[in-house]
Structures are given as C-alpha cells and as structure tokens.
C-alpha cells in the first residue's frame, strides 16, 4: 500500500531525479514535474521497472509558467485524490556579480528559485489548507546562510528568501502542516558538473540525497546536509564577520 504521494519539482535530473529514486523505494506514489518531460517519463520507465506497484505521473511544468503552478499541483491533487507532500526543488544556478551586464542571468535565477519557489508554496498550501494537512519542503542551500560573492550573490539571495517563506509558513503553525527546510551542502548534480577542480565536501548525488531524504522523513524543520561537515559549517557560517566569510567561497 503507498505511503502517500510526493510531488517533486525539477524531477527531471540530479537531486530531484534521485529523490524521486529514493521515495519510491520507500513505498511512495510520485508526481514528478520539470521542462524535460522526456527526461521524467525515462525516470518514470525506471522506477516501474524497480518498483511495479508505486503509481508515477509525470506533468511538464516551468515553475516560471506562474500561473501554470497552481493548475498543474492542482491537477496532480485530483489525479492521486491527495497530496501528502510537495517538494520545492526546481532551481537554477545561473549568475554573475552584478552590474557586469548579465542581468539577463540573475533574474532568471531569481524569477526560477524565488517567485518560482513562492508559486509553488501559495499553490502546495492551497492544496494543505483545504485537505486539513501536509507536508511542505523547500530545497535552500548552505550558500542561503549569508550573502556570497560574484556568480553566487543572486543565488544565495534566492535561497536565503526561499528559507524565510518556509520559516515564516512555519511559523503561522497552519493546523497539520509542517515545514522542512533543507540546506544541502555541495552535491554532485547538473547544476555543478562543469565544476572540475576537486571541490572540498563535494558528495555523490546518491550521498548526498540519502541525506537530504533521511531529513525530510524525519520531518525536520530544518537539515543541513549532509551533516558532515555542513552542520558545524552552517552554525560557523551564519556567526562568521564576511571578512572570512568572502574567503571562503
Ligand atoms: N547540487 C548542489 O550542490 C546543491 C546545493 C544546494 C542546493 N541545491 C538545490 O537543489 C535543487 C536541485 O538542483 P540540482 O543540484 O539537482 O541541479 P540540477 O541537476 O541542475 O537540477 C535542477 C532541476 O531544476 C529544474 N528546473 C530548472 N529550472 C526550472 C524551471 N524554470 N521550471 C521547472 N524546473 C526547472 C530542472 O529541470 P528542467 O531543466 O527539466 O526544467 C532540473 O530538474 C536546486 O534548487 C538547487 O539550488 C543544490
């Protein structure tokens, strides 16, 4: 019998596919939305051919399309007739510092992680508020603890606002609603394989992931993972003067 249904944006590669992977091996049903809809019906294939009684449906999405968010989650809710958990996942790691004539850039990260982001919790919460109950969860980022230089400042800006929407959700206390709010440190995905020095921390997708999804059936507020070494980096990160803070990244 399924456990309940999680929905996963940016289902299509990395930490969304792998996720997708591991809640179904948990006894999930799936709903897996991204761009690349060829993409998540392959991941879907692959999940049926492991798991033959866990249900996938697969909905093409651009979390940009604002308007399309709450239609297609809402779609989604009546296919499975529930939604037990959303999973804000689909995010861009595109940027440059400003000023230097890439604006183009940062306001698409900006557009995909925040206002995509805020979409889908006005959306997802909809969907909880009505059905009495569920489970919210927003990928942030350990770059979220503190303003980041050049390439990284709109980046972590998103991800700073996006783990103060879940706080403040959070902290309304809506009757059966929890909040997770996941600080991943660097885990090998897409968004990062052009990245081919040796990075310190850097885990595995599957690593990393089996982290992120420990954290998030647990239920916690918020995770930073793994928890090596991010969870003393992260409390390090948020009291360090920027001075250090700038040499780090
Ligand atoms: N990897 C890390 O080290 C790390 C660390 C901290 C936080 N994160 C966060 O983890 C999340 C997943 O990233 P990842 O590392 O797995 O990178 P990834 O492999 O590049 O995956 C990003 C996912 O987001 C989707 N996406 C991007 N723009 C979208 C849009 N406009 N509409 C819908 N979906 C969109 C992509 O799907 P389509 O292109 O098919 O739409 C893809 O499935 C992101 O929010 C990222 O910021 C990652």
Redesign the pocket.
């Known amino acids: 019998m399924s456990r309940g249904v999680v929905l996963i944006?940016?289902?299509?590669?990395?930490?969304?596919?792998e996720m997708a992977r591991r809640f179904a091996a948990r006894g999930y049903d799936l709903a897996l939305?991204?761009?690349?809809t060829a993409?998540l019906e392959q991941l879907a294939g692959e999940i049926a051919a492991i798991h033959p009684g866990t249900r996938v449906e697969v909905r093409t999405?651009?979390?940009?399309d604002f308007d399309a968010v709450p239609v297609v989650f809402a779609e989604i809710a009546a296919a499975f007739g529930r939604l037990d958990r959303v999973i804000v996942?689909?995010?861009?790691?595109k940027g440059a510092p400003l000023g230097t004539g890439r604006a183009d850039a940062n306001r698409e990260t900006a557009l995909?992680?925040f206002v995509?982001a805020l979409a889908q919790m006005e959306a997802a919460l909809e969907i909880f508020r009505a059905a009495g109950g569920g489970h919210l969860v927003v990928?942030?980022?350990?770059?979220g603890l503190r303003g980041m230089r050049k390439t990284l400042t709109t980046?972590a800006a998103t991800?700073a606002g996006l783990a103060h929407l879940a706080e403040g959700v959070r902290s309304e206390r809506i009757p059966g609603v929890k909040v997770t709010t996941v600080?991943?440190?660097?885990?090998?995905?897409?968004?990062?394989e052009h990245v081919t020095q040796k990075t310190p921390f850097m885990v595995d997708t599957e690593t990393?992931v089996r982290a992120i999804v420990a954290a998030v059936e647990k239920e916690k507020a918020q995770a930073y993972v793994p928890a090596w070494p991010w969870i003393p980096l992260g409390y390090a990160l948020r009291g360090l003067p920027l001075s250090v803070v700038r040499r780090l990244t």
């Open positions: 944006t940016g289902a299509s590669s990395g930490l969304g596919a939305t991204a761009r690349r993409r999405l651009d979390v940009t996942n689909a995010g861009l790691g995909t992680n995509g990928i942030s980022s350990i770059s980046y991800k600080y991943p440190g660097y885990i090998r995905s897409e968004m990062n990393g």
